[in-house]
């Protein structure tokens, strides 16, 4: 069901209030809560704290913007915190790393399934099987490193299988950059899908760098190491499908509606009521945030915002297992590559990142060796290879 | 790799500083008064933490209990089953890891061939392969009960943070053998503790084949934590003596 940005005023900024009990809440059950619960908590920390960065990038070349940008900014913080503070202690960073990638697996998916622009529904699959990929062999770290099983965390809604082998998916910086969309054209549905990814990759990219060298085993090291520099080109892929002609205005009238959006979609998906509360006030908040960037953007830019984003925004996405349509995308391109912007077959591959790779593959690759003979089994690999 | 303590540079302590500790601590009390030294552990912000917390997750309770037990079927119901699953269910993870932890230190033994003699290394591969049949052993039995041993219990979850900073200390290819074993060490403590508490309760519980194979497996674990404390009391005196 459509959901209406005209009919729904939100809440003010001088009501959107906090202390700091309220912002640190008790978080959810690792055990006892759908991963869902921990998958919408993941994806709207990662919407908000792009929503901090790109309110910063934009400050710093907006003068005019700064006390409005700042004032919506001390808010997105306080939610970002509130939200990512959802996620109790009890979660390994190992464990939480296992929850990022089947945030990045099924809602990728989920809009890879809906994206009406051919090109990026393509280029939204194609990152689709790499993060597939990472979960396996993340997978295979948290069997042989702790002894956890994976599946506690994806509660067996996703898969774990190889996926575009890791080693493969480093690329020469050219072969990330994909082709924009044209904001006059574009389905706003493709311009949500973008800015969701970008924001998802960065938080994933970010979380691994900083618990990266958080881990002793040297091995565990190096395959963050691999993994964040493929998140980086993940974030960089997906944010050159962004129309760089967009003004300033423009794209931080998309970040609150994108954050509108994905607030909704948790909302009507969440099965916790507790946190499906969260989303619903979070929902009011981004609203009144909306409201104000919008008039900012009709008072400076003297254009409708409905030109920008329809006052009707899309269904949200779909936020669920998608295992048919994964594993229908593995079967048929799990061998493409790039060539620039372009995806291809596997023997049109760009030299450049061939090369590349060679060389940052030099010394061995750890997402090879941590997943040297893994199958995934129900309760460990240990369970298979004891009987 | 390092293999002995030795003096250095270790900057950490004041003694290091005895310039610099001066200036920091002058004026001190009238730059930072306080009325009384509270312990930081008394915190209303914690306190009111714990009151209104709820529990950490719950155990899945087998919908129908199968006839493993001897005597005593009536007691053993489910508001009952969860308290001995939930503790079957560490005791799992625990194992699981245990052998994980042992690879660990398996593999630092292979990087330093002369650290300990072969018949110790064949000792400690044991000891693994022990682990690994008490995890079977775990998971038959919660099969047998009708509880699914793929399920992450309360205490398991625990367990896991317990027994992370013993990973991150064996897998940190800058500790000696020495640590890596003071290590395990810990685990095979924990360990022992853990298969007597569990035996106790299969036993009220009346499960007695299992309590069985539980005081077997702690006749094995008992063996392991002998004989690493043993390792680890002669390496310390052993670098003692060198110097």
Not at chain 1, 83 to 106: C, F, K, M, R
Not at chain 1, 304 to 315: E, G, S, T
Request: hydrophobic share 40%; net charge negative.
């Amino acid at each position: 069901m459509s959901f209406g940005l005209l009919e729904n005023r939100g809440c003010p900024l001088d009501k959107q209030v906090f202390t700091w009990r309220d912002m640190v809440q008790q978080p959810i059950s690792k055990l006892d809560d759908d991963a869902y619960t921990r998958v919408h908590i993941i994806l709207m920390n990662g919407q908000e704290t792009e929503a901090v960065r790109f309110s910063h990038a934009c400050s710093r070349m907006n003068r005019e913007l700064q006390p409005a940008l700042a004032a919506i900014r001390r808010v997105e913080q306080h939610q970002a915190t509130l939200v990512n503070w959802l996620i109790g202690a009890d979660h390994s960073p190992l464990e939480t790393t296992i929850a990022y990638e089947q945030v990045a697996i099924d809602v990728t998916a989920g809009i890879a399934l809906r994206e009406p622009d051919k090109y990026l529904a393509q280029v939204f699959r194609f990152g689709l099987l790499e993060d597939f990929d990472h979960l396996y062999r993340y997978s295979a770290l948290l069997d042989r490193l702790e002894g956890k099983d994976a599946n506690n965390i994806l509660q067996s809604y996703t898969d774990i299988l190889p996926g575009r082998p890791t080693v493969v998916e480093h690329r020469d910086p050219a072969d990330d950059l994909r082709e924009p969309y044209d904001r006059a054209v574009a389905d706003p549905l493709s311009k949500l899908h973008a800015l969701t990814l970008v924001a998802a990759e960065y938080q994933t990219h970010d979380y691994y760098m900083h618990f990266g060298p958080t881990f002793s085993d040297p091995l565990a090291r190096q395959l963050y190491a691999e993994i964040a520099s493929i998140e980086e080109q993940h974030v960089t892929q997906y944010e050159t499908l962004i129309d760089p002609q967009e003004t300033w205005l423009e794209k931080w009238l998309l970040h609150e509606a994108g954050e509108v959006y994905n607030y909704y979609g948790c909302m009507k998906q969440e099965t916790n009521p507790r946190v499906r509360a969260l989303w619903e006030r979070f929902l009011d908040y981004e609203l009144g945030h909306f409201h104000l960037v919008r008039e900012l953007y009709e008072r400076q830019e003297r254009r409708d915002a409905a030109q920008v984003i329809p006052m009707y925004l899309p269904d949200p996405i779909p936020i669920g297992s998608q295992r048919d349509f994964i594993r229908d995308v593995l079967h048929n391109e799990v061998d493409l590559r790039a060539d620039g912007a372009r995806i291809v077959a596997e023997n049109e591959e760009s030299p450049a990142s061939i090369r590349y790779r060679q060389e940052l593959n030099g010394s061995g690759s750890p997402s090879s060796e941590v997943a040297r003979g893994y199958r995934w089994s129900p309760g460990t690999e240990l369970t298979r290879l004891v009987s | 790799m390092e293999t002995q303590i030795r003096t250095g540079l270790n900057r950490t302590g004041v003694g290091m500083s005895p310039i610099a500790i001066k200036k920091m601590l002058k004026d001190n009390d009238a730059l930072a008064p306080v009325d009384a030294a509270e312990p930081l552990g008394v915190s209303p912000i914690r306190e009111r933490y714990i009151i209104e917390s709820t529990y950490i997750g719950t155990v899945p309770v087998p919908a129908t209990l199968k006839g493993v037990l001897e005597t005593g079927k009536a007691a053993f119901t489910g508001e009952k089953a969860q308290v001995l699953i939930d503790k079957m269910g560490e005791r799992l993870a625990f194992e699981r890891g245990g052998v994980r932890l042992y690879e660990a230190l398996l593999s630092k033994c292979s990087a330093l061939p002369d650290a300990l003699p072969g018949a110790t290394v064949e000792q400690l591969t044991h000891f693994r392969e022990e682990e690994a049949d008490h995890f079977e052993m775990l998971r038959e039995s919660m099969l047998e009960l009708g509880a699914d041993p793929t399920a992450q219990t309360p205490s398991a979850d625990i367990t896991g943070i317990e027994s992370s900073g013993l990973f991150q200390v064996i897998g940190d290819p800058r500790t000696s053998l020495l640590q890596s074993l003071h290590a395990v060490l810990t685990a095979e403590l924990v360990d022992q503790v853990a298969w007597e508490e569990l035996i106790t309760l299969a036993e009220q519980f009346n499960y007695r084949q299992f309590a069985s194979q539980c005081r077997r497996a702690l006749e094995q674990e008992n063996n392991h934590l002998a004989t690493i404390r043993s390792l680890v009391s002669d390496l310390t005196l052993a670098e003692a003596k060198q110097f």
